[in-house]
């Protein structure tokens, strides 16, 4: 009998619902001849949310995405939500959603596909190879340390780790660079940060449970520069919230487009996997989206969250086809493109390539 995983799907709000249609059809084709199954169940999240239930996050999307084995999310927001009071806002839905699944790591891989390599504002003798990996801790850190606020004469954030936070992230930085090459490069400001300087320590000791990985530390200023000046010197860069919140935007530029670039939430029971952009109002509902990011993300839940390893690949193997082919989405269509295709054909020649991988 085949294994059965439920999912928990969460299109959102702009191009998430067709972006998302494209991941189920490529999940659908690659789990026909896989030794699994998957179920899918539809929760409200962002600005369709609290039109329908007049909140961004309901309850019952939060319980369902518990019940489920993992969540594959589109994206959420758009200009007509953006004025309403912070807690309404699409955004707040995300974080608290990221908050009540307890998803302190964030993974973001990025790599560089040869077709695409003009794509980039990179040089592409700097870019060919680069396969980085940026671990990056989610909910701890700047981002959330007390005190914090303003008296109108100053404002003030904290900035605070405390040593199991470090640990815990620290531990999924080594077992992700015990399944690459086996580097792990820390960020920290540790020159300058007492915060830095404990995270830095902490990591050293994680990294003796490790012998078989290399660690090294940057500095973030340094990290920043090395990023453009040789990205190909990373496997994984492993980073606290606020460090890596810009150093992974920076990094997903190598690529070219934003449209390429999953990425996973995990930590907690379930984990939640989404497209790096966002919900992009100005092209949705035109059928010019690039859904290989959303399908990528896809490949990481089966990776990640399934432990499907081989289906991840043929989906990930698939999509380097489809773009060594030439089919592109309008936003890739300058470079080496064959033919351009709609964000639903693209998905369909994704989910027909994998079906014969
Ligand atoms: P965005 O990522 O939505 O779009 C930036 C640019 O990239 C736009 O020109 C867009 O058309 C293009 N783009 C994005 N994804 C694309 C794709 N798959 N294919 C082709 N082109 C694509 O960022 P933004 O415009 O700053 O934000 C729009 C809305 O999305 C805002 O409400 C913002 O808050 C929200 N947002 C949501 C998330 C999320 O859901 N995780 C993340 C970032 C932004």
Same mark, same amino acid.
């Given at each position: ?22 991941? $189920? ?24 949310? +609290? ?13 369902? !995405?518990?019940?489920?084995? %993992?969540?594959?999310? &589109? ?12 807690? *309404? ?6 974080? #608290? ?21 003009? %794509? ?12 980085? *990996? ?23 954030? @904290?900035?605070? +780790? @405390? ?21 792990? !490069? ?11 300087? *404990?995270?830095?320590?902490?990591? $050293?000791?994680?990294?003796?449970? +490790?012998?078989?990985?290399?660690? @090294? ?40 487009? $934003? ?8 930590? &907690? ?15 949705? &509902? ?6 290989? %990011?959303? $399908? ?13 390893? #081989? ?15 030439? +089919?592109? @989405? ?10 351009? !295709? ?16």
């Amino acid at each position: 009998m085949k294994k059965r995983y439920k999912i928990a799907i969460i299109k959102g709000d702009g191009i998430g619902p067709e972006i998302i249609d494209e991941a $189920i059809k490529v999940l659908d084709a690659v789990s026909t001849n896989e030794d699994f199954e998957l179920s899918y169940d539809e929760y409200l999240m962002g600005g369709c949310a +609290y039109d329908v239930k007049g909140t961004p996050l309901p309850d019952e999307t939060i319980e369902g !995405c518990l019940k489920s084995d %993992a969540v594959l999310f &589109g994206a959420i927001g758009g200009q007509k939500w953006d004025t309403l009071p912070r807690q *309404f806002r699409p955004e707040s839905g995300l974080l #608290k959603l990221r908050k009540s699944l307890g998803l302190f790591a964030n993974l973001r891989p990025t790599s560089v596909f040869d077709e695409l390599l003009d %794509a980039s504002t990179l040089k592409p003798e700097v870019l060919k190879g680069v396969d980085l *990996f940026v671990v990056r801790e989610l909910t701890g850190g700047i981002y959330f340390g007390e005190p914090r606020g303003s008296d109108g004469v100053k404002a003030f954030n @904290t900035m605070v +780790y @405390t040593k199991d936070e470090i640990i815990r992230i620290a531990k999924v930085a080594f077992e992700s660079a015990m399944k690459r090459r086996k580097q792990v !490069c820390s960020v920290d400001k540790a020159n300058v940060l007492e915060v830095s300087q *404990f995270w830095r320590d902490t990591v $050293i000791e994680v990294a003796k449970e +490790y012998p078989q990985v290399t660690l @090294t530390h940057m500095y973030v200023d340094n990290a920043a520069m090395q990023l453009v000046r040789n990205p190909r010197q990373f496997d994984v860069i492993l980073t606290g919230n606020i460090f890596g919140d810009i150093l992974s935007d920076e990094a997903s530029m190598i690529s070219g487009s $934003i449209g390429l670039l999953p990425s996973a939430s995990v930590g &907690g029971k379930v984990g939640l996997f989404e497209p790096i952009h966002g919900s992009a109002p100005d092209i949705a &509902g035109q059928g010019i989206a690039n859904p290989i %990011a959303t $399908i990528l993300s896809a490949s990481m839940m089966l990776r990640f969250a399934l432990n499907e390893s #081989k289906a991840a690949d043929r989906i990930e193997k698939a999509v380097k086809h489809v773009l060594k082919d030439g +089919y592109r @989405t309008k936003d890739l269509s300058e470079f080496n493109a064959k033919e351009i !295709c709609s964000t639903s054909q693209i998905g369909s020649i994704i989910a027909d390539c994998v079906a014969n991988i």
